[in-house]
C-alpha cells in the first residue's frame, strides 16, 4: 500500500518565489547563446554574480569554470566573448585547484556553517523559498521536504544486502595523494559511497547526516522515471517510443505535449518555448507548490512552441513530467505504486522511499525522489548489471542496453550533437564518455550517481551546494576507483 502523507508545515502563499538553482553550470551553458549574455554584461564589460546566477541552467557534463569561480577571476574584456574567456581560464584553475589542495582545503569546505548552528533546521525559511537558503539545505534535502510538501511513500521489501569492504581509494590532485574523505572534507558533501558489484567500498555521511537517511535526488529523480518506463515497455504496458503522448493521455489531444512522441519526450527533444531556469518559476509553483497545484494543468497550458519536436535537445521539466502523465494512465496506479511493485521491492531495497506530489496525489517526477544513499547505489548496481539485480531480471537487457545505442531519430542527443557535451543523453541519462560506459544521473547542487559498466563500480554522491569545481575533483576520484584492481 502507498502511505501519502500530509503536510506537517504549511505551504507558501501563490506568490511564492522559488529560488531555484540548477545543476552546476557555467555562463558557456547550451541553452544561452552570446548575444543573451552580452545583454547582460555590466558597463565595465563584467558580469555581476546576480545577473550569472539568472543564467544558470542544468547542463551537468559542461566542465568549463563554474559561476563561483567565475566571480573571483578578473573581468573580461568587453571585446572578448565570454566562452572564449572560460576556456582560456578553464586549464588555469584545475591546475591552481590542485596546488590549493595540496596546503588547504577548498573555500567550499565542511567548515561553512549549513546551518550547523542552528541544528540543521528545515522549512521554507524568509523570505519563502524551496532550496535558496543556505541553512536549510542540509535539513530539507535529507528529510526536510517530506514535511514541507505532500509526497508517496514507496515501501521496501526484503533488502538484498550490501557487503562492507572497505578500501583505500587514492587519486592525484595537484601536488597530492589524496583519498575519498579528502574529498568530502573539500566540499559540501552530505554523502558519499563508493561500491562495486555490491561491495562498498566507502561510505561516509557530513553534516551529521546517516545512513538511514532519505537523501533527495532532484533530478537523479529522472533516472529513476528512465527505469520506470523501461519496464512499462517491457510489460507491453507501453507499446512504442513511437508513439504520441496523447494516446496513453486523452486530455492532452490538442496540446504541445499530448502531440509529441515519447522517445522526444524522453530526450528533451519536444520542441516546447521552455528556458530552464526561466520555466521553473512557473512549473514549480504550479505543479508542486501551491496548494492546489496541478501537474497535468502545468503540462496542457505550455504551448508555445520553438522548433519541431525532435530538431533539438533542451532540458526542462515538461517532458518529464508527460512521461510521468504517460506512465499513470498506461500501468493504471500512481508512479509510486508501480515503482513499489515493479522496482524498489524486486531491487531489495533497504529502506522506504518517499516522491514529492502535486495536490492530487501525483508525483512531480522530474524531481523529488528520495532514498537512502545506500538504495541510490542499488539503483546504480542494477544500471552495471544491467537490469539484472536480487536473483532477476527487473529491467531487460534490452532496455539497459538502449541506453548506449542511438537511433536515426536520436541525432540530437548522440555524442557530438549536443553542445557542450561530448558525451550525449539518453532517456533521461547522461553520458559522461561518448562510448556508453559511464551513465550519470544528475541532480541539482552536485546530486551524482556515477556508473562504469566494464568494471560494475558505481559511487554516489549527495551534496548542498555545486559551486566551485568539485566536478574537476570527483572525476579523478571516480576515475581512481575504475582503475582499482
Request: charged residues 20%.
Amino acid at each position: 500500500m502507498i502511505m501519502r502523507t500530509s503536510s506537517a508545515e504549511s505551504q507558501p502563499s501563490e506568490a511564492i518565489n522559488i529560488g531555484l538553482r540548477g545543476a552546476p553550470l557555467c555562463v558557456s551553458e547550451m541553452n544561452l547563446n552570446y548575444e543573451l549574455i552580452n545583454q547582460c554584461r555590466t558597463p565595465k564589460g563584467g558580469w555581476t554574480k546576480r545577473q550569472l546566477e539568472a543564467l544558470r541552467v542544468v547542463d551537468p557534463f559542461v566542465d568549463d569554470i563554474c559561476l563561483t569561480t567565475c566571480f573571483s577571476q578578473p573581468k573580461p574584456p568587453t571585446n572578448e566573448q565570454p566562452r572564449e574567456w572560460i576556456v582560456k581560464r578553464r586549464s588555469f584553475n584545475s591546475l591552481a585547484l590542485g596546488l590549493m589542495s595540496a596546503g588547504s582545503a577548498p573555500a567550499f569546505s565542511q567548515t561553512n556553517d549549513w546551518g550547523a548552528s542552528a541544528g540543521y533546521p528545515t522549512g521554507w525559511g524568509s523570505p519563502q523559498r524551496m532550496s535558496w537558503h543556505k541553512h536549510t539545505r542540509v535539513g530539507n534535502y535529507s528529510g526536510g521536504f517530506e514535511a514541507m510538501l505532500p509526497n508517496n511513500k514507496i515501501q521496501a521489501g526484503a533488502e538484498s544486502p550490501l557487503i562492507e569492504a572497505t578500501r583505500d581509494i587514492r587519486y592525484q590532485w595537484g601536488l597530492s595523494s589524496r583519498g575519498a574523505a579528502d574529498y568530502m572534507a573539500g566540499w559540501p558533501v552530505t554523502g558519499l559511497l563508493i561500491a562495486r558489484r555490491g561491495k562498498v567500498w566507502f561510505e561516509r555521511y557530513g553534516y551529521e547526516r546517516g545512513a538511514e537517511m532519505r537523501m533527495n535526488g532532484w533530478s537523479m529523480s529522472k533516472g529513476v522515471t528512465s527505469l520506470l518506463l523501461g519496464i512499462a515497455l517491457d510489460q507491453g504496458r507501453v507499446k512504442s517510443l513511437e508513439d504520441r503522448a496523447d494516446i496513453y493521455v486523452p486530455s492532452l489531444k490538442g496540446t504541445l505535449h499530448g502531440e509529441t512522441t515519447l522517445r522526444n519526450l524522453m530526450n528533451m527533444s519536444s520542441g516546447a518555448a521552455v528556458v530552464h531556469a526561466e520555466g521553473n518559476q512557473t512549473i514549480y509553483p504550479d505543479g508542486l507548490i501551491r496548494k492546489d497545484s496541478s501537474i497535468e494543468s502545468t503540462v496542457k497550458l505550455w504551448n508555445a512552441r520553438q522548433e519541431p519536436q525532435g530538431a533539438r535537445f533542451n532540458y526542462n521539466e515538461l517532458c518529464p513530467l508527460t512521461i510521468g502523465m504517460v506512465l499513470r494512465a498506461a500501468t493504471g496506479t500512481n508512479l509510486s505504486e508501480f515503482a513499489q511493485e515493479a522496482l524498489w521491492k524486486p531491487m531489495g531495497a533497504e529502506g522506504n522511499a518517499t516522491w514529492l506530489t502535486d495536490s492530487h496525489k501525483n508525483e512531480f517526477n522530474c524531481v523529488g525522489f528520495a532514498a537512502r544513499l545506500r538504495d541510490w547505489a542499488r539503483l546504480g548496481q542494477l544500471v552495471v548489471q544491467r537490469g539484472y539485480m536480487n536473483g532477476k531480471q527487473i529491467v531487460s537487457q534490452s532496455w539497459m542496453e538502449s541506453y548506449s545505442r542511438w537511433e536515426p531519430n536520436e541525432a540530437q542527443v548522440r555524442p557530438g550533437g549536443m553542445p557542450n557535451n561530448g558525451g550525449g543523453y539518453k532517456a533521461f541519462l547522461w553520458h559522461a564518455k561518448p562510448d556508453g560506459s559511464r551513465l550519470v544521473f544528475s541532480g541539482a547542487e552536485a546530486q551524482q550517481v556515477r556508473v562504469h559498466i566494464p568494471t560494475e563500480t558505481v559511487l554516489v554522491q549527495t551534496a548542498v551546494d555545486d559551486a566551485g569545481p568539485w566536478r574537476k575533483e570527483l572525476d579523478a576520484l571516480f576515475e581512481a576507483a575504475i582503475n582499482a584492481s
